[in-house]
């Protein structure tokens, strides 16, 4: 198949027989969205219609483009994502994006929830209690990142040593540990939001390593990134690329 046929076969796949409301106004930008994203994109490396839509979806959190975020939380659903999945994978997000934009993506996912008839709130996914939550958050910590955890959490300030113990357990306590998503796939998501949100250099790089340190490989990482590359635009993709072959050269 060429471009225009593939775009075709996998805007069906995703959305169903709708015709994008776009073609009424823009339809020579449509085509040009079209075939790039459902003709290109989605054919390139191997990653599936479930990983790609989980990365579509928090990068179109990152970004607050919730109209987009809505018809993709449908195509979520339409290509086997459960509920589930799609809720912590929006959960993972908060960490990063911060609560009032990750609830304003929660707050569409849930309209769409709704739409479907998918009972709330769904089933908790929950792993941690009060009074271990830090130890199981620092545990995965390490898991992900090794040694270095323990070097920054003795090198932190007297009076910065809060913000280590809020990022073991807030961060991978609260989130990391929760269940419905591995870690390969939460890490994976981690990196694409890091990406879209811009200015993290030093924490895509980390989370490359991250991503390595879980079984995630380059070229994994070098599709999801190709992947973002419509939501987020050129100049962020580029950076995340340039972080990817900083920490791991190409031979």
Do not use: W
Not at 16 to 30: F, H, I, S
Not at 84 to 96: F, N, S
Not at 126 to 146: P, S
Request: net charge negative; aromatic share 8%.
């Amino acid at each position: 198949m060429n471009r225009i046929e593939k775009s075709q076969e996998t805007y069906k796949r995703l959305f169903g027989d709708g015709v994008p409301a776009a073609y009424a106004t823009d339809p020579e930008l449509q085509d040009i969205l079209s075939r790039f994203i459902f003709g290109e994109i989605f054919d390139q490396g191997t990653l599936d219609d479930k990983q790609r839509e989980l990365i579509t979806l928090v990068v179109l959190a990152t970004n607050q483009t919730l109209p987009q975020f809505k018809a993709h939380t449908r195509a979520a659903l339409n290509v086997g994502l459960t509920p589930t999945e799609i809720q912590e994978a929006i959960y993972q997000c908060a960490p990063y994006l911060g609560f009032p934009k990750t609830l304003n993506a929660i707050s569409e996912m849930n309209e769409v929830f709704k739409e479907r008839n998918v009972a709330l709130p769904l089933e908790s996914q929950k792993r941690v209690e009060e009074d271990n939550r830090l130890d199981k958050g620092l545990g995965i910590q390490k898991e992900i990142f090794g040694d270095i955890i323990e070097k920054n959490r003795e090198n932190a300030s007297s009076n910065q040593k809060h913000i280590q113990d809020y990022l073991s357990a807030f961060c991978f306590g609260d989130f990391y540990t929760r269940g419905g998503l591995d870690l390969k796939t939460r890490e994976l998501l981690t990196l694409c939001i890091l990406s879209a949100l811009g200015g993290a250099d030093s924490q895509v790089k980390a989370h490359v390593q991250g991503n390595i340190n879980v079984g995630n490989n380059k070229e994994t990482m070098i599709t999801a990134l190709t992947h973002c590359l419509p939501y987020m635009g050129f100049p962020r993709t580029l950076n995340a690329l340039a972080c990817v072959n900083e920490i791991i050269p190409e031979k």
